[in-house]
C-alpha cells in the first residue's frame, strides 16, 4: 500500500514514515498542502490539519473532488467543529495528537478494509424511494434527475438507508455494514454524514431521526 504522509513537523513525520515503511507501507512525506496536491496517486492519504501554506480542510476537501482515496485526518486542535468539517468534506477518519502508532496501524487497516468492501448492504442493482434514485453500481444518486454530489461515504450512508425504506436502520448496523465496526472516532460521526445528507437532498424530512435508535429514508409529503 502507498500512503501519502502530509506532515510539516519533521520529528513526528521521520519516525512515523520509517515505522511505517518496516510495517510494509510504501511512504512518500510531503510537508506542504501545495505538495499534497502536487503528488501522485496514492492508495490512503494520512493528513495533518495544520500546514504551513494550506490549511489542511482545504486540501482534504480537493483531494476528495479528485477521487475517493481513504483520508485519515490528524490534528492536535482536537476541536470538534475540525472533525465535522473534515467528515462532512469526506475524510474517512481522524486521530487527534499525541497518538500512538498501533492506534495508527489499527485506524489504516479498518479504513483499508472499508474502502475495499464499500457499502455491505447496497443491492447489486438501482435503488428508488419517491423521486429519489440511488444507482449502486454506478454509485451515483439522483433527485428529479438532478445529481447529487455525495462524498463517499454519504452514498454508501444513502444507499444503505434506499435499500430498507421506510424502516428504521438503528445506528448499530449503520456502525456495522459502513464501517465493518470498526469506527474508534466520535459516535457524532453518522449524525455528521446524516446532517450532510439532509442538506444535500433540500429537505431535512427525507430522512428521519427516531431518537436513540437510527434512521429512517422516506420522501416527504
Same mark, same amino acid.
Given at each position: 500500500?502507498?500512503?501519502?504522509?502530509?506532515?510539516?513537523?519533521?520529528?513526528?513525520?521521520?519516525?512515523?514514515?520509517?515505522?511505517?515503511? *518496516?510495517?510494509?507501507?510504501?511512504?512518500?512525506?510531503?510537508?506542504?498542502?501545495?505538495?499534497?496536491?502536487?503528488?501522485?496517486?496514492?492508495?490512503?492519504?494520512?493528513?495533518?490539519? #495544520?500546514? +504551513?501554506?494550506?490549511?489542511?480542510?482545504?486540501?482534504?476537501?480537493?483531494?476528495?473532488?479528485?477521487?475517493?482515496? /481513504?483520508?485519515?485526518?490528524?490534528?492536535?486542535? @482536537?476541536?470538534?467543529?475540525?472533525?465535522?468539517?473534515?467528515?462532512?468534506?469526506?475524510?474517512?477518519?481522524?486521530?487527534?495528537?499525541?497518538?500512538?502508532?498501533?492506534?495508527?496501524?489499527?485506524?489504516?487497516?479498518?479504513?483499508?478494509?472499508?474502502?475495499?468492501?464499500?457499502?455491505?448492504?447496497?443491492?447489486?442493482? @438501482?435503488?428508488?424511494?419517491? *423521486?429519489?434514485?440511488?444507482?449502486? /453500481?454506478? #454509485?451515483?444518486?439522483?433527485?428529479?434527475?438532478?445529481?447529487?454530489?455525495?462524498?463517499?461515504?454519504?452514498?454508501?450512508?444513502?444507499?444503505?438507508?434506499?435499500?430498507? +425504506?421506510?424502516?428504521?436502520?438503528? *445506528?448499530?448496523?449503520?456502525?456495522?455494514?459502513?464501517?465493518?465496526?470498526?469506527?474508534? @472516532?466520535?459516535?457524532?460521526?453518522?449524525?455528521?454524514?446524516?446532517?450532510?445528507?439532509? #442538506?444535500?437532498? @433540500?429537505?431535512?424530512?427525507?430522512?428521519?431521526?427516531?431518537?436513540?435508535?437510527?434512521? *429512517?429514508?422516506?420522501? /416527504?409529503?
Amino acid at each position: 500500500m502507498r500512503i501519502l504522509l502530509v506532515e510539516d513537523e519533521h520529528a513526528i513525520a521521520e519516525p512515523l514514515a520509517e515505522g511505517l515503511a *518496516r510495517e510494509g507501507f510504501e511512504v512518500t512525506h510531503v510537508d506542504t498542502g501545495a505538495g499534497a496536491l502536487a503528488a501522485p496517486d496514492h492508495d490512503l492519504v494520512l493528513l495533518d490539519l #495544520r500546514l +504551513p501554506d494550506i490549511d489542511g480542510i482545504d486540501v482534504a476537501r480537493e483531494l476528495r473532488r479528485r477521487s475517493a482515496v /481513504p483520508i485519515i485526518m490528524t490534528t492536535a486542535r @482536537g476541536e470538534e467543529v475540525d472533525i465535522v468539517v473534515g467528515l462532512e468534506i469526506g475524510a474517512d477518519d481522524y486521530l487527534v495528537k499525541p497518538f500512538g502508532f498501533r492506534q495508527l496501524l489499527a485506524r489504516i487497516r479498518a479504513v483499508s478494509r472499508r474502502a475495499e468492501a464499500g457499502p455491505a448492504a447496497a443491492d447489486d442493482g @438501482g435503488l428508488a424511494v419517491g *423521486r429519489l434514485e440511488v444507482d449502486v /453500481p454506478g #454509485r451515483l444518486a439522483r433527485l428529479e434527475g438532478r445529481e447529487l454530489d455525495l462524498t463517499p461515504r454519504e452514498f454508501d450512508l444513502l444507499a444503505l438507508l434506499a435499500s430498507r +425504506p421506510g424502516v428504521v436502520v438503528e *445506528r448499530e448496523t449503520i456502525f456495522r455494514e459502513l464501517w465493518g465496526g470498526e469506527w474508534y @472516532g466520535s459516535p457524532k460521526a453518522i449524525d455528521v454524514h446524516v446532517g450532510a445528507l439532509r #442538506r444535500k437532498l @433540500g429537505d431535512p424530512a427525507w430522512i428521519e431521526t427516531s431518537r436513540s435508535v437510527g434512521f *429512517r429514508l422516506r420522501e /416527504p409529503g
